[in-house]
């Protein structure tokens, strides 16, 4: 009798070794299993679809690179720009191409400009990320504050955005986050950059510039989506 138990008790401990591998893979299963369903108890990170820059071909306008002076501030206009006024001043802007894509040279030939832009969607702030090159030497376009950028409908210039709060921060040298900016309605937008603001534009050579870029917001919800070029 003896015998027979010291058998049973062998072949008991030789299964236990068959199975507690087993067993250790089955709790670990299920640990795996707990942490998956936390995970999916979170919110799911946000996918952005649609929106943003316009797909197309840049106008092409330049022929040479204008090169960049100082800055000059105050009354420098001669008398033929001083007695032209702010009425021509404006319809000379609205003269200026408006690009689609995401990079174009300004309006000058000054800069080459490049932006990215957070997700995109009705009455959600979005952050332009604004790229400044000078043309003619490569460097970076560094130590403007774009803060002040023209924005508004395409079909509709005298909608503009309601954002009043627009911040612009050189996260590098010729780098500049900007925002944030609302857009109200769905639809194709104007987004015309400015820097070098503060200095005077009648010298052919001064560092203020300007360009613009057609941005779509995407109807439907107001769910964040993504610039879709």
């Not at 250790?24 to 649609?50: I, K, M, N, T």
Request: proline letters at 6%; glycine letters at 8%.
């Amino acid at each position: 009798m003896k015998m027979k138990a010291d058998t049973r008790d062998v072949d008991e401990r030789a299964a236990w070794r068959h199975l507690r591998p087993l067993l250790f893979a089955f709790g670990s299963a299920l640990a795996l299993g707990a942490a998956c369903s936390d995970d999916d108890d979170e919110p799911d990170a946000v996918q952005c679809v649609g929106g943003g820059a316009v797909a197309g071909a840049e106008l092409l306008h330049c022929e040479a690179a204008q090169p960049i002076g100082e800055c000059v501030t105050g009354a420098v206009e001669e008398e033929e720009h001083a007695d032209a006024g702010a009425e021509d001043h404006e319809h000379e802007e609205e003269e200026h191409a408006i690009q689609s894509g995401r990079e174009a040279d300004d309006d000058d030939c000054k800069y080459r400009v490049r932006f990215e832009n957070t997700c995109v969607a009705v009455n959600q702030p979005v952050t332009f990320t604004l790229s400044l090159t000078r043309k003619f030497d490569g460097m970076p376009g560094a130590g403007t504050n774009p803060a002040f950028p023209e924005i508004y409908l395409a079909d509709d210039v005298s909608h503009l955005s309601p954002s009043n709060d627009i911040t612009a921060t050189e996260r590098s040298p010729g780098t500049y986050e900007i925002g944030p900016v609302v857009f109200d309605r769905a639809g194709r937008w104007v987004v015309r950059f400015h820097y070098f603001e503060t200095c005077s534009e009648i010298p052919e050579d001064s560092p203020h510039g300007h360009v613009a870029f057609y941005f779509d917001v995407p109807g439907g919800s107001s769910a964040p989506a993504q610039s879709g070029y």
